[in-house]
């Protein structure tokens, strides 16, 4: 069975710092793995995902993430946080091709602090 | 081109009365699912569908139904509402060819009292 655990359920940032938010896998299977953001009374938008082609996988609004599989790891960054960016972060992954069923994470909320 | 619209936007029920979440999407896509939201435990994918007439079980599928006449609406009806099903849901769906994003509907606030 697959799961994914988010450390830390609230990260604050200083607007301009990195933010770094980590996401630990299990899976039987070669997995596929994405990150999802959502604002306040919304729903979810992908911000990006892997499907095994390369390790860094650069996202929508200056966001990446790397794959490790050796740390069964998909942790998301960007370099310099914005206001916009107080959201929250779920991190999924699902298992064979067809991407059908996603387990989430528990989420990070991020607050970015002026 | 809507994506994926869901209705009502809030719902208050009280215990023991039914009630069905509308989702529908406009893009073809033959998967569509529903996801309970609830604090600190991300989504949960309660049923989902890959097409037209089936449906299959997610990990938190009692209280709910669900079917799938045609390929744009997928509903998921409480027949007897409780507490604990006091959550967000949302609704997605995607294409059938290789890993492709799911999209999201806006979500729907149930709260049971």
């Known amino acids: 069975a697959q799961s994914v655990t988010q450390l830390g359920s609230h990260v604050s940032v200083s607007e301009g710092a990195l933010v770094l938010l980590r996401c630990n896998y299990s899976s039987s299977v070669p997995p596929y793995l994405f990150w999802y953001v959502q604002y306040p009374n919304q729903g979810l938008q992908l911000l990006l995902k892997y499907t095994s082609a390369a390790t860094l996988v650069k996202g929508i609004n200056g966001f990446e993430a790397e794959f490790k599989k050796s740390e069964t790891s998909f942790h998301l960054t960007k370099p310099s946080a914005h206001m916009r960016d107080a959201a929250e972060y779920f991190c999924a992954v699902t298992e064979g091709a067809a991407g059908n069923k996603l387990t989430f994470g528990g989420g990070t909320r991020v607050l970015v602090k002026p | 081109n809507a994506g994926v619209t869901q209705t009502p936007k809030f719902q208050v029920l009280k215990t023991g009365q039914s009630m069905t979440l509308q989702c529908a999407q406009d893009?073809?896509?033959?998967?569509m699912s529903w996801y309970r939201q609830d604090p600190g435990m991300g989504l949960r994918l309660i049923h989902y569908?890959?097409?037209?007439?089936?449906?299959d079980q997610g990990e938190v599928p009692n209280g709910y139904n669900v079917s799938r006449s045609t390929t744009e609406d997928f509903p998921l009806r409480l027949l007897s509402a409780a507490p604990s099903q006091t959550s967000v849901y949302f609704c997605?769906?995607?294409?059938?060819?290789?890993?492709?994003?799911?999209?999201f509907g806006p979500g729907t606030r149930l709260t049971v009292l």
């Open positions: 569908s890959v097409g037209a007439g089936i449906t």
């Open positions: 893009m073809n896509h033959e998967y």
């Open positions: 997605a769906s995607k294409g059938r060819q290789g890993v492709n994003t799911q999209y």
